[in-house]
């Protein structure tokens, strides 16, 4: 099992960025496909983005071209990169890992995006 911590929400303007992090531990980080999914209220989860242990990425139609996955094999780390943020990204954003067998979830951190 995976232990996943997110890192880096908050407060801000449209138009602004903001990096979340998730730190894992507990198992091999590098065999897991990681993603970040958002929860608005009254909606249903969906996924934002996710990188396999290759380092494939794909992500939303809402969010292409503006936010950015990666992994840092080494950190046991996975980074969601959110520029020119829009009030709808508003949620809360979870963590996940996956492998055959295997789903974990951290507890989630705010986005509000609001002037």
């Known amino acids: 099992q995976v232990q996943l911590v997110e890192s880096g929400g908050g407060l801000v303007q449209p138009g602004g960025s903001l990096r979340l992090s998730c730190a894992a531990s507990g198992s091999i980080f590098s065999i897991y496909v990681m993603g970040w999914y958002r929860q608005a209220p009254g909606k249903q989860r969906e996924l934002v983005a996710r990188i396999s242990s290759a380092g494939i990425t794909n992500y939303a139609d809402s969010v292409k071209g503006r936010f950015t996955i990666s992994r840092d094999n080494a950190k046991n780390t996975v980074y969601l990169q959110m520029n020119s943020l829009k009030p709808e990204d508003t949620a809360v954003y979870y963590c996940?890992?996956?492998?055959?067998?295997?789903?974990?979830w951290g507890q989630g951190t705010q986005v509000t995006v609001s002037s």
């Open positions: 996940n890992s996956w492998k055959y067998g295997e789903d974990n």
